[in-house]
């Protein structure tokens, strides 16, 4: 403890009227605060039921499938937010511990699961320049504006490879990656692949709430047409 911490506490120890309306100050401020958050927090609520969402605040287990992210290495996550007329729609807050892969720590992850018996292909869609290069990632001769845009990386077999090589093979999906994404936000889009869940992001950025059935409308319009088919 410093001189001046200790003259502090001898100040008040020698001062106890100071003390106490120090104390019924700091009572006050701590009082404020509570009704302020509490206050934030029905509004969200609210917010959030009005869209047909519910959230769950809280840490989210790292065993937990809803978080299978190929690239989720030691990221902490949290604040699952669920929908009651969409069960396949998963929401969550993905944080990257101080010195990892992002430049941001905080990002918002729509996800959603696979609604039919097939499965879709395992990859992971980058923005070009994030994360350095990949030896796998597919390029298109036909698609170069697509391919100097984002690395696509699969991951798995021979056989997955040719069907992510297939799926990306369509100027609209391009087309749709590289307009109506980037109206979103200014940067391209992240999405990845478990095989039984899709993830879309974009990395360090958290969506605010008053956004997301603008972001929800696009993502699950791309989702349906690309992947639920």
Request: glycine share 4%; charged share 25%.
């Amino acid at each position: 403890m410093g001189n001046s911490e200790y003259d502090i506490i001898i100040f008040l120890f020698k001062n106890p009227d100071v003390a106490a309306v120090l104390g019924v100050f700091a009572l006050i401020l701590t009082i404020a605060a509570y009704f302020s958050n509490k206050k934030r927090t029905n509004a969200e609520e609210s917010l959030l039921e009005s869209y047909g969402l519910d959230k769950k605040v809280s840490s989210i287990k790292y065993n937990n499938p809803i978080i299978d992210m190929p690239s989720r290495g030691t990221s902490i996550f949290k604040d699952l937010i669920r929908s009651a007329k969409d069960p396949s729609l998963y929401i969550f807050t993905k944080t990257n511990l101080p010195g990892k892969y992002s430049s941001a720590p905080v990002t918002k992850v729509f996800s959603f699961l696979c609604r039919n018996k097939t499965k879709y292909p395992s990859f992971a869609l980058r923005p070009e320049g994030v994360f350095g290069k990949y030896k796998q990632d597919i390029k298109y001769d036909a698609h170069p504006i697509f391919s100097k845009s984002f690395y696509l990386v699969p991951l798995g077999s021979r056989e997955n490879y040719e069907k992510v090589h297939k799926l990306f093979d369509d100027e609209s999906l391009h087309d749709y990656l590289l307009s109506e994404m980037i109206t979103l936000f200014t940067q391209p889009i992240n999405i990845e692949s478990n095989g039984k869940q899709v993830f879309y992001y974009w990395d360090g950025f958290d969506f605010v709430l008053e956004r997301f059935p603008e972001v929800l409308s696009v993502l699950k319009k791309f989702h349906e047409k690309y992947f639920d088919t």
